[in-house]
């Protein structure tokens, strides 16, 4: 990890979810009727394959990418991280907030898709994103601005469900094609990355929670060099 923690938080606008969001309110609207059809869409615990990866790092600056309901946050920040959470959902927003609250610790809440959140460049001593559903475009935009946010020395730690890249489009509207898979960002990694992990591995799974049925993930762990 970087050795710059005591430099202070990243300096940039770090909006409540009530300050507004920057994105595609298409996006944010097919989100938020996902999370408004329950109470609780996740399990409430942290993802485990974050939790095996990150067990062996120092706390620094860390950047959750499609926080969701806040369950890996609140973990993160619990362990002494400094917390920046981004969603484009409002709605898990809403429920994100109070659950960091409940738990005494605090998170910089970011409401906006990554490709708009005019994040600082290498900011973060790790980059998490857990299971994200970041769309694909020509110039790849969303696998760039994932590998900008990482600090020299830093890690990101990618993790998405094994054989979903390779799923027949459906009649809900999912198509593969729409969407970032790991194979896509390690494409972009060159020799100021190094590759650490990238690997499918029986998934520790909370009990409960939407996509509790998926049985493997795709590990893509890389730690930037310079």
Partial sequence: ??????????????PSPADGYVGDPAVRAKWDDLYADRQQLWSGRPNGALVAEVAGLTPGRVLDVGCGEGADAVW???????????EVS?????????????????VRWVHATL????????????VSAQYPALLRTADAAAERALLSAVAVGGVLLLVHHAGM?????????????????????????????????????????????????HTHDLVLRARRLR
Avoid: I
Wanted: charged fraction near 25%.
């Fill in 1 to 14: 990890m970087t050795d710059d923690n005591a430099a202070g938080p990243p300096a940039f606008p770090a």
């Fill in 76 to 86: 993160l920040a619990r362990g002494g991280w400094d917390v920046t959470a981004l």
């Fill in 90 to 106: 409002g709605v898990a927003l809403e429920r994100a907030t109070g659950h960091a609250r409940d738990a005494g610790v605090a």
């Fill in 115 to 126: 490709t708009e959140a005019a994040l600082p460049p290498g900011s973060f001593d790790l």
């Fill in 165 to 213: 890249d390779t799923r027949q489009p459906d009649e809900g509207g999912f198509d593969p094609a729409d969407y970032v898979w790991p194979s896509m960002v390690a494409a972009l990694l060159d020799e100021d990355w190094k590759v650490e992990v990238d690997e499918q591995r029986p998934r520790v799974a909370p009990e409960g929670g939407a996509g509790a049925h």
